[in-house]
């Protein structure tokens, strides 16, 4: 063992140090370089500090990554993988309303429904004064039905169809808040896109309209588009 | 020639397991999911690689960004030759040392910004402890950065191989394959930079007296 330790010198053992912490070096080279530190003090500070030096950098703290930085690579990703100009124009497009689109539709379908509410409201006095039966709500009396934050966020998370076109419906709302039926009145209508309106309308929770206070059944109109990205 | 073995290590340059072909097939296929599947899984680690390689977390995000279109732009000329991972990487490192070099022919300084955790804009250090001191957190970052201008001294060629192989975990082999170099020089330039940075991190190197 002596012997072999006096093969190596000190230049040759401190080149064998880097590969030799990473078992980068052949049994024989492990050999040489360990009998050689075991008589070298100057040498087993080095290989020391090779391996210290090794955990430190390994032990560097990860930096924190960019919040949107995944987010903004798929959306560059996806502008690259459009095939065209004129898909990677409306990919930017998209891209732009995309933020924009879920309140954007949520806004459009509490607008329809207050309107449908107002035109329900002005014409609902003429049947008051017809019948005592109070098929339709006073105005004044009357609080549209709401949409409620997990029925919103339903609506924004759901996985969609592919639409085409802004698909737009017509709902019944019954006096506990529930939607009971449903009709298309604009967009594509397909078997998907029917299966994919039960499955989020079945869950659809609205505060429902109140006339007096009393909850009393309603009609909204959602509209739905395809969010790319 | 002499002959050179992982004495504790297997190295796997070159083969492809079939559930990695499957992605890679997903991706030459354009699929979308699989594009999201792609950022999901290396996002982070070609992130870390560009801001130790670049020193700003900024440009290392706009690096991010290419890296990820030119593995688009490349992913049908892929042939499993290595892991996709390492193909991955390659591309990273072709495009940062790009960078770097693009910066030093303008006269840009090669040394790396630092200013980031000292403004609170830049990127911050996640610390592995729950409730670390504040002596803790002011020794973390000290550390940190002493280590960042430890690199920030090196060659890009030599940062590049420490990065890779100290911090990335990399196998000499797989560097080799990603910087386009043979082994023996990753051995040497790992030594020589190694050697670079102790004389620049001896306060933090722990030895004991023998």
Redesign the interface.
Known sequence: MKAISHIVGCDAAM?L???FI??????EE?ERLRSHVSEC?PC??QL???I???N???G???????ED??L???L???R??RPNDRNRWQARVDNILKPLAVPAVMGVALSLMGIVVLFGGLVAPREVQATPNLDGPLVATYEPPRTTTPTIKRFGRTMSPELDQALSIQTEVSDKGLIVDYSIIGGTRSAHVDQWLQEVLLLAQFRPATSWGNPVPSRVILSFVNVRG | M????????LERVGALDAQEAEFVARLQA?E?AA??EL??TY??SV??VA?RMLGD?GDA?DA??DI??KV??NIKGFRGDSSLKTWIFRIAFSEILNRLRWWKRRFRSSTVSLDDDRSGSG??????APSPSPLQVLE?RE??EA?QQALAKLSGEHRSI?IL???E?FS?NEIADILGVSCGTV?SR??RA??D??KS??R???????
């Open positions: 080149e140090m880097s590969p990473d078992s980068m070096v052949t049994t492990a003090a087993a500070r020391q500090s090779f210290s030096l090794r430190l950098v390994a560097v703290e990860p930096m924190a990554v960019p930085l995944q903004d690579t798929r560059r990703l996806s690259e993988r | 002499r002959r050179e073995i992982a004495l504790n290590e354009n979308d594009y999201d950022v999901r996002n982070t992130f870390h801001y977390s995000a991010v960004q990820f279109v688009f732009r990127p911050a250090i996640h610390l592995r973390s550390r940190e280590i420490v192989r100290d911090i975990g000499y051995k790992l030594a190694r050697t940075m102790k991190l001896t933090f190197l722990t030895i004991q007296r023998v």
